[in-house]
């Protein structure tokens, strides 16, 4: 099956920190989503991003589909934005895989 | 506001019993989804539906079911509950496939 491999595994970084998360799958796949999950433990959807770039707010994805590889930029990090990070592939059936995400620790 | 949720939040119970975990969607989506959260091994597909009356196993089935007779509803069933269902169970759904899944809030389950 699908491998999913994302790194760093654990990131700390000061409030105002920009930083990039990295998510690396091992065959084609035609759905793809981060998702955040926040330290109460509801997990958001943050972009559904097969391909291509999208934005929202500080946040941005950018999937390179044909590379296998996608990359989440969290700008002028907050507090907020602490918690575990999570890509998911799949392919048209909706069933998503999942990495072991990244532990995200934004401090004051 | 349309929303998932997941009933119980918490529930403790004993091995050898039968356990069922709800999911209400009110987005009238055709597709949801159970997955489960362990340290270690992230987030795993339990089952998944595509409409009422489809069922489909996922990667980690072994031990659960699931019934769909209606748009809104996908309740989890563990026939007899074992300890290494000891877990954080997840429901998601989403319009088309493929497409953004949202999730509801969990329900921790202890087995003892």
């Known amino acids: 099956g699908i491998q999913v491999e994302q790194s760093p595994p654990d990131l700390i970084l000061q409030e105002g920190a920009n930083s990039t998360l990295r998510c690396n799958f091992s065959d084609s796949v035609n759905n793809l989503q981060w998702f955040h999950q926040n330290p109460w433990g509801q997990l958001i959807n943050l972009f559904y991003?097969?391909?291509g770039t999208k934005q929202n707010g500080r946040l941005s994805a950018t999937t390179v589909a044909t590379e296998r590889y996608s990359l989440l930029y969290i700008s002028s990090s907050q507090t907020t934005d602490s918690g575990v990070y999570f890509c998911a592939v799949g392919g048209n059936t909706g069933k998503l895989i999942f990495g072991q995400g990244t532990t995200l620790q934004v401090k004051p | 506001d349309a929303e998932i949720t997941q009933s119980p939040r918490h529930k403790i119970t004993e091995t050898g019993r039968q356990v069922t975990l709800a999911c209400h969607q009110t987005w009238n989506h055709n597709n949801m989804f159970w997955y489960r959260q362990d340290l270690g091994h992230g987030l795993r597909l339990i089952h998944y539906s595509y409409g009422v009356q489809d069922t489909n196993k996922g990667e980690v089935s072994d031990g659960y079911s699931v019934s769909r007779s209606n748009t809104e509803d996908l309740p989890l069933t563990l026939e007899s509950a074992a300890s290494s269902q000891t877990s954080v169970y997840f429901c998601?759904?989403?319009?088309?496939?493929?497409?953004?899944?949202?999730f509801g809030p969990g329900t921790r389950l202890t087995v003892l």
């Open positions: 991003i097969p391909s």
């Open positions: 998601a759904s989403s319009r088309g496939l493929p497409d953004t899944q949202y």
